[in-house]
């Protein structure tokens, strides 16, 4: 396994640290993961993402931003969309002039999927495939990117996160790009409450869907 680790000036000269992962050299392939606020890249769903890319020999970039931190406490969230915007970019451009990589996965989870929204509209992307994972989609901005998304896609989501909203979600799955999977009383972690086994269970299904997808495309 190759570990690489480098960082760019982000948004307000903030330090962004990304590290990408390679268990085969020479891949052309990245897979892209871009965590939530506070659920960052070693978190389960980014964990198990990234072995199964890398069983596929597939690289993965973990983008490691913390929008938690006291750094940002003073940022509203039009400035946090800002920021991460921003920030992801410029991870991008630093890896793409570095790296001959022609083939792009995404995997964005709730905050993350608002810079996904965003890159997934650059020319280097347009035969980029995603993997949206509770993603915010009571934000016009990454509602509208899903639904109009010309890139073949996956979105899991909870019916129990406040972050769903049913009438969006109906349109997204009106995407013919779109494989969509909601899942009953799950919240915005893809878990239930008080229920740890159940939640390994939900672990598991998500997991497993994101592979049977990654293997049918």
């Known amino acids: 396994m190759q570990i690489r680790t480098n960082s760019i000036q982000g948004y307000k000269e903030k330090t962004i640290p990304f590290t990408i992962l390679s268990k085969d050299e020479g891949s052309r392939s990245l897979a892209i993961m871009l965590p939530g606020a506070g659920y960052g890249t070693q978190a389960p769903l980014f964990h198990y993402a ?3 890319f ?16 006291p750094f940002y406490d003073s940022f509203s969230m039009e400035e946090i969309t800002k920021a991460i915007i921003h920030d992801v970019h410029e991870v991008m451009d630093q890896v793409i002039s570095t790296d001959d990589y022609d083939h792009f996965f995404f995997v964005g989870k709730s905050l993350g999927t608002i810079a996904m929204s965003s890159e997934l509209k650059r020319d280097n992307f347009l035969s980029a495939n995603a993997i949206w994972l509770t993603p915010l989609l009571q ?4 509602s509208d990117a899903m639904i109009s998304c010309e890139h ?3 979105c899991m989501i909870g019916d129990a996160d ?3 909203k049913e009438d969006r979600f109906k349109e997204v799955n009106e995407n013919p790009l779109f494989t969509t999977k909601l899942i009953p009383d799950a919240d915005h972690a ?5 229920d740890v086994l ?12 994101m592979e049977q997808w990654v293997d049918g495309i």
């Open 139 to 142: 934000r016009k901005d990454v």
């Open 198 to 209: 159940g939640s390994i269970d939900i672990l598991k299904d998500v997991v497993k869907s």
């Open 54 to 69: 890398l069983k596929r020999g597939v690289d993965v970039l973990q983008v490691n931003y913390q929008y938690n931190d």
């Open 50 to 52: 990234t072995g199964l």
């Open 162 to 164: 406040p972050c769903y």
């Open 152 to 154: 073949k896609s996956i």
């Open 190 to 194: 893809l878990q239930y409450k008080d």
